[in-house]
Every structure is written in structure tokens, then in C-alpha cells.
């Protein structure tokens, strides 16, 4: 029998419904911000306007295009920094206050795709794109391993995201839950550990790592 810690963490994160209509994109997601979204609601509260004002989103496509244009193989990263706390916990919405972000297009996207990745990452997340103060293409590398849990995200120099199975230690109260739901809408979406998660570029006017917390999503998207 699995724990109940990891029991909890799986179906809290069940499947988000598929949209009626065929889909005309699909593919990986990664997404973590810099507080715990599986955590008991003590935990949670604690954190609350102090944690979680930064957080990293990435997409790539494995099929299909946007805009009519096609992004097969492609990938967009989407970096957040907020004044409170980024998040919803299925009641009520955090106020994360005034918003900043940069979204990172994969290099070796053309002219037109790069516009095309833009939009999609503007229509994915419209309440964390407000002011995007910058746009830079470079290399792109997301994969994710859905039975482990295991997502590795490296973007250019700027952003790298490492996660791994939530395990039966990493519950400290034995009272956790899937907190915070995804930033945006996704499927088969699971909580995971973020060994790594930093962002090191100049764009946001500062920089930040937090490694070793439970602050993760793995999924797919289907629009």
C-alpha cells in the first residue's frame, strides 16, 4: 500500500477535465514558485505574503500549432515576480499584488513562431502577464518523466528547474495537501520537489533561488 502522505499528494492533483473540443496544441508543462504548494494549511499560512512571490512556468509543445503557425518541438518559459503571494487555493485567490514577468522563447523557434510562443504563453497566463518587461530567445530544453515524477527544465542561462517524486518523508506535519493548484490550467497534473529551482537574470531586477521544497507541478496541456 503506497503512504497516505503520497495517496493525498496524487489525488489532490487529479486530472483537470479535457476541453469538449479537439485539441489544437499539446504538450509538457513544469511549472514551481518559491513556496511549498503541498503543505499542511499551518505550514501555508505561515508563508503566506512572506514566500511564493516568484515562480517559473514552462511549456513545450510536442504537436500542433498556435495562431496557425506550427510550434511542434518547441518551448516558451514564463517568470514570475509578484508583490504577495502567487497562488489559489481552490477557495480564495492569494492577492499577489502588482505583477512583473519575462518570457523566455526557444531559440530555435523563427521569427513567426516566436511570435506565435509569446501569444500562447500571454493567452496561458493573462493575470501574470500584465507587464512583461522583457522577451529574450534562448536555448529551451523541458522534459518530463510522468511516472517518476522527474522534470528537468534548463533555459538559456536564466532559469533551471529539477523536481523528483514527492517521497513519504517530506511530510513534516503529516497533514499535508495540494495546497496551491497550477498557475494555469493543465492535465494529469501531480505535486512534486523541487531540487532546484533558480532564476539568474537581470530582467526582473533580482534574482532568486530555492532548492530542496515542495513547491512543484508536472502535467501536460491540451488547448
Not at 2 to 7: D, G, Q, V
Not at 167 to 181: G, I, L, M, R
Request: proline share 2%; hydrophobic share 40%.
Amino acid at each position: 500500500m503506497k503512504p497516505l502522505c503520497l495517496l493525498v499528494a496524487v489525488a489532490s492533483a487529479a486530472t483537470l477535465a479535457q476541453s469538449a473540443s479537439a485539441a489544437k496544441i499539446t504538450g509538457e508543462y513544469l511549472e514551481a514558485r518559491t513556496c511549498n504548494v503541498y503543505t499542511g494549511p499551518c505550514f501555508a499560512n505561515a508563508e503566506m505574503s512572506l514566500t511564493g512571490k516568484e515562480a517559473i512556468m514552462a511549456w513545450k509543445v510536442d504537436k500542433g500549432a498556435w495562431n496557425d503557425v506550427d510550434l511542434k518541438g518547441l518551448g516558451a518559459a514564463l517568470v514570475v515576480k509578484v508583490q504577495g503571494t502567487l497562488g489559489y487555493d481552490g477557495v480564495f485567490p492569494m492577492q499577489a499584488g502588482k505583477v512583473k514577468s519575462v518570457i523566455l522563447v526557444d531559440e530555435a523557434a523563427n521569427e513567426q513562431q516566436q511570435k506565435a510562443l509569446v501569444d500562447f504563453v500571454r493567452d496561458s497566463a493573462k493575470e501574470l502577464t500584465r507587464d512583461v518587461v522583457a522577451v529574450e530567445k534562448v536555448p529551451f530544453d523541458l522534459s518530463n518523466d510522468h511516472l517518476d515524477h522527474v522534470g528537468k527544465l534548463k533555459v538559456g542561462q536564466q532559469v533551471e528547474l529539477q523536481t523528483r517524486r514527492l517521497k513519504d518523508s517530506d511530510c513534516v506535519c503529516t497533514n499535508e495537501v495540494v495546497y496551491y493548484q497550477p498557475l494555469t490550467k493543465i492535465e494529469n497534473a501531480s505535486a512534486a520537489y523541487s531540487l532546484k529551482l533558480s532564476y539568474q537574470g537581470d530582467d526582473l531586477g533580482s534574482r532568486f533561488t530555492n532548492n530542496g521544497i515542495r513547491s512543484a507541478f508536472i502535467g501536460t496541456f491540451r488547448r
